[in-house]
């Protein structure tokens, strides 16, 4: 009797997603329901907001479509004029507030998302020239971003939307208002961004890696994007992370101030100051829904940060 020999396992390559799937990272995401049930608040939330044309009942903002008859009709409640009702009421101007919350939440999570981008683009340039040039560069830059540390953020997002609307001509000031909202409030968020990685750009530049990438003729730009910005960009993601709360949050105080958005691409900002306007006669649900949607918004984002942020932590392993 001949043994007829087994015939051999070929192992396949694993999937990237196969290897994401039992990382450490996942394991740990796995393992903390604070960061499971923030995920899935955030996706929530953003998905909704991405396909508000195609989940909004209506459009808020279409005044063709509007019915001032509908006014003021209380959630889940029959109009007593036109007989029809609405999940979460309406507004004054007979507007559903769910579709309301859904074009609303599309504004403030652009915003707050373009201006974090800004925001981090120029703190990691700004970052990088200062840890890797270093001397009037480096004490320029640092002292910029320390005088600006003195005053609250939103006091310096007021002052460059105030500037940036005044220099404006009066017939574009509401075409550009999203865009100098985004400017204003980037510019008052860049400073932990240049600092933390200019800590970090001090540390990775005297390593060998450097050194060699010196030996072989790279320039200080390349040397400072292709070596020295992938190994720094940790401690950013996380930073980023947390800002988008801060800028949501931004966004929707200068709206409630009156210094955000338009009028006629309002924010959640905008419906939260023109619900408080009704709090007080009975109208509760035109500023409460759009403010607990802003609450579990930033609190979600805010909370999935604060897990990452952990998670990234070598110390905590």
């Known amino acids: 009797m001949v043994d007829t020999p087994l015939p051999e ?5 694993p999937s990237r997603l196969s290897l994401a799937l039992r990382s450490d990272f996942f394991y740990a995401f796995k393992r ?14 953003v998905l ?9 009942p209506y459009d808020p903002f279409d005044p ?8 003021f009709s209380a959630p ?5 004029f036109t007989g029809e009702t609405f999940w979460l009421g309406t507004d004054d101007q007979g507007r559903d507030v769910f579709s309301t919350i859904l074009y609303g939440m599309r504004i403030s999570l652009f915003v707050g998302a373009a201006a974090v981008a800004f925001a ?4 990691i340039t700004l970052g990088l020239l200062a840890g890797y040039v270093g001397g009037w560069t480096e004490t320029i830059i640092m002292r910029v971003a320390d005088v600006q540390l003195t005053f609250p953020a939103i006091l310096v997002a007021m002052l460059i939307f105030g500037v940036a609307k005044g220099v404006t001509p009066v017939e ?26 200019r800590g970090a750009t001090l540390v990775e530049k005297n390593k060998e890696y450097v050194a060699a990438a010196k030996l072989i003729g790279r320039t200080g730009p390349a040397i400072m994007v292709r070596h020295i910005l992938p190994n720094v960009l940790s401690p950013v993601l996380v930073i980023a992370t947390i800002s988008l709360a801060l800028a949501i949050i931004a966004e929707a105080t200068l709206s409630f101030l009156g210094v955000g958005a338009p009028p006629t691409q309002p924010s959640l900002g905008t419906l939260i100051r023109i619900g408080q306007g009704f709090l007080f006669s009975g109208e509760w649900w035109i500023l409460l829904f759009p403010s607990v949607t802003l609450l579990v918004l930033a609190l979600s984002v805010n909370l999935l940060g604060d897990w990452l942020r952990d998670a990234l932590n070598p110390r905590l392993r």
């Open 76 to 80: 889940m409640t029959p109009n007593a």
């Open 120 to 123: 981090m683009v120029l703190g």
């Open 48 to 56: 909704s907001a991405v396909f508000a044309p195609l989940i909004a």
């Open 172 to 197: 574009y000031r509401d075409q550009m208002a999203i865009w100098v909202l985004i400017i204003a409030i980037g510019l008052s968020d860049w400073v932990q961004f240049a600092r933390v990685v």
């Open 32 to 45: 903390s329901p604070v960061a499971v049930v923030s995920f899935a608040l955030v996706a929530l939330l």
């Open 9 to 13: 396992v070929v192992e396949k390559d």
């Open 64 to 71: 063709a479509s509007l019915n001032l008859m509908n006014g």
